[in-house]
């Protein structure tokens, strides 16, 4: 009798061990979808918008919306506002209410990959942080960071481990009997971190991992070895 509630004990601790984990996996993946939600609608009114700016406090984890931001014209210049809150004749005013919900929505949970995208404006002395807005095409926008360093690349492996995400190895079309050769990824520190980040954003929505990802078998490794069991191989979009 003891052993057979041992038994049951055990059974319904794995249960739910294994709800616990698919309720983050969807939890991250519906913060992902909340981001890309908002980023759209902020673009349909100012399709120059890349930040969302929000001041944070970090006792009670809540946000205030700042405004709407576009990128830098030069290394030396500050991030231009395109629309602050104070201004309420500008289109994105009526959803102002909105933006903010889904930012603190997005960033709720510690562990969001939302937080991937927030850094500090450190050019600014007041309490300003930046939450990138997602690209529109996420395959698109690794497929280019990627021929910035690798003109010929086809496809990357990928590992979608627990901490993010990270290019493996670079495929870079097929030699003339028809195979294919691997080359280590050579870019800067700052495309890295834009490489992982968008891969472990692909691995953590369904819906692209499915349309984008393929299983691959440890050859593909870089020393023909297995990472991770998630490892998986990413056909790039054809260049323009």
């Given at each position: 009798?003891t052993y057979?509630?041992?038994d ?15 309720r ?5 993946a ?5 981001l890309d939600?908002?980023?759209?609608k902020?673009r349909?009114?100012c399709?120059?918008?890349h930040y ?10 809540e946000l205030?919306l700042?405004g ?7 290394p030396?210049s ?16 009526e959803?102002a ?8 929505t ?6 969001s ?7 500090r ?8 942080w930046l939450v990138e ?21 086809t496809a990357?492996?990928?590992?979608g ?7 493996i190895?670079?495929i870079?079309?097929s030699?003339?009997?028809?195979t294919k ?8 520190g700052k495309c ?6 968008l891969?472990?954003?692909?691995f953590?929505?369904p819906a ?12 593909h ?20």
């Open positions: 009798m057979a509630l041992s049951q004990l055990d059974m319904l601790a794995h249960q739910r061990e294994d709800l616990d984990a698919e983050r996996r969807i939890q991250k519906y913060c992902l979808a909340v939600h908002i980023s759209a902020v349909r009114a399709p120059e918008a969302i700016g929000f001041a944070y406090h970090g006792t009670t984890r205030g700042l709407v931001l576009g990128t830098e014209n030069s030396l500050g991030l231009p506002w395109l629309w602050e809150v104070s201004d309420e004749q500008h289109r994105l005013a959803f209410a909105e933006i903010e919900a889904d930012v603190q997005a960033l709720e949970p510690f562990d990959p939302a937080w991937a995208t927030v850094r404006d450190s050019a600014s002395e007041g309490n300003l807005l997602p690209p529109p095409d996420r395959a698109t926008r690794i497929a280019e960071l990627v021929r910035e360093h690798h003109p010929q690349a990357v492996v990928v590992d481990h627990s901490g993010g995400g990270r290019v190895t670079v870079e079309g030699a003339g009997d028809g050769s691997h080359a280590q990824g050579r870019w800067t890295d971190d834009a490489l992982a980040r891969v472990a954003q692909v953590a929505l692209l991992a499915d349309r984008h990802l393929v299983p691959t078998d440890s050859s490794g870089p020393n023909g070895d297995t990472p991770s069991d998630r490892v998986r191989l990413m056909p790039l979009p054809p260049a323009p």
